[in-house]
């Protein structure tokens, strides 16, 4: 009897330590650059100037869409922009999704710093830019007419991200 | 430099360990009952290794040598001296060298005030001792040691969590190391026991003292993490069932379980193999809590950092401790039948523990299921708040009874003459319950009842404390701690009805009216500290009720180094009542968040809680209860 019992005490220990060893091995750092390769997802969102909705699903249009988050708040924002009027000067089509911000403020930003998006669209409570896999801003991604995600950049581009973004939307 | 000695020290202190298994081992052959002089002094030198080993750690903390990477990734120039110090233990390799420290320091005290009991337990018991010292020496050696060095020496450190700069978290850690590492010794004594066939009431008085010791130091311990809670986190709570709060509490069940079945085994010797299983329990639970906390498997404000590699070694060591004890234990467990008397004292204390027991698993399962599901099904879930309070308050009115009854309950026998009187006491309580509804209408059934049997344990301590007077008998330890315990339920019960919480939005100069209150935001104020910038708000709050004025404090604090914004919570608080405010900036507008909250009863939840400690303290001082 005392055998079985510490038998089964045993086993089912063990059992329970392979779980433990398991739950070892679980990735736990938020990642998203498994997102590259994925297509984005389908999601209405409101024309900042307009009481319009616009599809994502629309962007197949486009040969090559970059998607930028941006805030009038956000710092980073302001350092990186001047990467995106020179991309949208080479006539890459950039769709800029405003992210927790006042309209007002929003505007302010474009008019002070230029406006390089040919879409702006407003996401003020931050969830549906979550979907996107965003955790932070700035963030930027670029897309194929598939839908599916080419680049993605966490935190301000630079000089060396905007070429990238070039040789990849095939226009260097 | 300060790296070469360090890790002179820690392999010293390895090798001594080594030498005292040795040794001992060679000691257990030799007859005579004395412990060759020579295991003494190894004894001591190991221990004054260690402890150098920590000072030097200490004064590259103090004097912020950042050639080691550990101070370097844990602490900064402009940082208060306090903070200095205590950023020695706010990281793993840190915290871990204090755990040895502690476990070497225990390991050198248990054999030096055990001279009376035997030669051969006393042995054994230093041989599992040091078989843990080097286990997480060999730990800290190989994966996680705090002398690592760094080249080139940077200029300025990285800093430590802001969220960490608080005078409770800087005593948290190591009381509670006291209490975890506290139960290493009954761990050890406890195997040690069952190999020498160690007689079972001489086992509960050498390991009583540090039963209630880690007890002590386990309670304050986590008081002090629940304080420091309340101030910083700002959600106003102090106790949040969080994963790693429960690795404090499980074994702090499992203590409590043991002080009081040590008392069976102490006066009647039986229920000895209970004993040595909660013995064993309760420093594998304390293992199991640092595998939690340490691998990064949980996410919670104490996770260290991600590092599978450290729960990977913990986790081994954790299953080779398990499964010899558990090999020991069926090798050498003596087969003895307990014989209990219905009613009698014991039978309560038994009680007792089975409670403590069913508490433990049901927070158990609260923590692990989340891992366990994770693992089979890939699913993410968290076990909240609400189902420790279903599962564990129901159970709370027939603990709350029998830790009534226990203290009059006789030894040995079911004799009670009390029927009458105890009727009567649960009639008052029931009468005074009535008395607080009728002016309260709380509804809800169960916290009527869990009141009800809380002022019924406050009555019978009370009636209990005067049969003591009367007998000339005193048990003032356990007197203290029961009343406390009964108060601590009725305080955090009346605290869960009446807390009050507001949210709201307001711009700097606005005031806003929320039933009898009137809030305002006067202005702010923005000062630059030492190593952090706040800004402060002032708030006036205006009871109009009572037409009474409070003013309060809340400040958004941005740490330099590493840069991180903290909001602190004021509170102002009185006996009754605290009030607490935290104020948070809303990005991208004008108006700040605040939380505005009543909370009746905290000081006397905190208070409550000292004195559940203070219970047990007593009982550590040499004044022996008169008979």
Known sequence: ?172 | MLSNLGNLFITLTLLSSFLLIYYSAVGLKKNGSLIPEKIFRISKTQCLFTILSFFILLVAYIFSDFSLINVYENSHTTKPLLYKISGVWGNHEGSLLLWIVILVIFSLLFLNLNKLADKKFRLFTLIFQNILISGFLIFLITNSNPFSKLYPVPNEGMGLNPILQDPALAIHPPLLYLGFVGSSIYFSAALASLITKYNGSNFAKTIKFWVLTSWFFQTIGILAGSIWAYYELGWGGYWFWDPVENSSLMPWFLMTALIHSILILEKKNDIYLWVIILSILTFTMSVTGTFLVRSGILNSVHTFANDPSRGLYILIFLSIMIFSSLYIFYKYAPSKKSNFQFLSKEFFILINNWFMIFFLIVVLIGTLYPIVLEVISEQKISVGPPYYVIVMAPFLIPFLYFVSRGPQAQWFSAQSNNKKKNFLVLFFSVVIILVFFYFTKVKDVLINLILIFSIYLILQTILDFFRNIKKNYFNLSRIISHLAFGFLIFFISINSIFSTEYDLNLKNGEKIKLDNYEIELKDLNILNEKNYKKIVGNVIIRDQKKDTFEFLEPEIRVYNMPETVTYEASIKSNLFFDTYVTMSNLSGSEFYNLKFQRKPFMILIWLSIIFIGVGGFLRLLPMRQKK
Not at chain 1, 4 to 15: A, K
Not at chain 1, 45 to 51: F, P, Q, S
Request: with cysteine; net charge positive.
């Open chain 1, 1 to 172: 009897m005392k055998k079985i019992i510490f038998t089964i005490i045993s086993i089912s220990l063990f059992l329970f330590f392979i779980i433990l060893f398991d739950s070892l091995k679980i990735n736990r750092v938020y990642n998203t650059e498994e997102l590259v390769g994925k297509p984005i997802p389908s999601i209405n969102l409101e024309y900042l100037n307009e009481d319009k909705y616009f599809n994502t699903s629309d962007l197949s249009k486009n040969q090559f869409t970059l998607i930028n988050f941006f805030s009038s708040w956000c710092g980073p924002c302001r350092k990186e922009h001047k990467y995106l009027i020179s991309l949208s000067e080479k006539n890459l089509k950039i769709v800029g999704i405003n992210f927790k911000d006042k309209k007002q403020n929003a505007n302010q930003f474009l008019n002070d710093l230029g406006n390089p998006y040919y879409l702006t669209l407003e996401d003020n409570t931050g969830k549906k830019s979550v979907d996107f896999g965003v955790y932070g801003i700035p963030e930027t991604i670029l897309i194929n007419k598939n839908l599916l995600i080419i680049k993605k950049y966490i935190g301000p581009i630079d000089k060396k991200d905007m070429n990238e973004i070039l040789r990849s939307s095939g226009i260097k």
